[in-house]
């Protein structure tokens, strides 16, 4: 289990630090399985600018917004809501189904398979460029690219000429991919960043709290949960900002949307007397700072902390299961980077 999540992590990174920042993406990830237990035979994933937003498989047959804007999105916009009913219960499990049946046939496979699609754009918001990509992989191996500029499929295998030369004759698939590529795809991602924009406009304070692993670590004030990503927080003594003795943290993103950051002050030549000279300090531009006194009693050891995680871990099970549901796809995502990278060599 953990080194699945250590690939999912992986796998996420690799999303979101592909795109310049100027960039939005809309990504389905699809996944289909004949004889693979435990897990359902079909399952979709949305992303939309590299963050987790819905969910749904064949099994709980049911649509799951991640985010509240998409839950807003869908509750207020019924042809949305019937759009991905139909892809996720109909359409897609279909024509996965029988793709599957007949990749079995081909390849004399009895045993369990799993048949992935990438499929997405990305939409630069400053010059208006607007990319496409499909990709499919076959059991974790990238096995077909779809060429939006000559309207044909690439073979990545040897083993995928043969489907390649049966979708090169299918005209009707490649004219509905092409309009999925270059109208719906970006029509609807620049639906979702408008709306995320709207939803978004006011202001999330954070939770702020003082850690630190042992008594003689730093510690660390941890501000996590605020909106927008644009805050500062740092320690100051005696009303003065320092520097000396302060170790400043990167602007981190949540799976929520929210924001998160942390700022290390080093108190071992730190007297005890001190203390109350130091505080630490989140500003956010409108809202009124949140300032947190250095004091020992308000500091979360790291047992503390340990216990707040495993609680936190009870909640997250059905969130896991999906992650390791949505592994299955990691091969083809790297394998779809590699060829990539080599196509651009």
Known sequence: ?????????????????????????????????????NIPEFVGVLMVDGIQTGYCDSSSKTLQPQQDWAKKLLENNTQQRDWYNKKCFEDQPKLFKDTIFSLKQQFNQSKGVVFSM????????NTGEVTGVLLYGYNGEAFMDFDLKTLTWIALKPEAVITKQKWDTDRLRIKHKENDLTNICPAYLKMYVDHKKGFSQKKVLPSVSLLQKSSSSPVSCHATGFYPGRAEMFWRKDGEEIHEGVDPGKILTNNDDTFQMSVDLIVSSITPEDWRKYECVFQLSGVEDIVMKLNEAVIRTNTEENIRKENASSMMIPIIAAVVVLVLILGAAVGFADYKKKKSE
């Open 1 to 37: 289990m953990k080194i699945k999540i250590t690939m999912f992590a992986c796998f996420i990174y690799f999303l979101t630090h592909t795109c310049p920042t100027v960039k939005h993406s809309l990504k389905y990830f699809v996944t289909g399985s004949s004889g693979v237990p």
């Open 118 to 125: 990438i499929e997405g754009c990305e939409w630069d918001e």
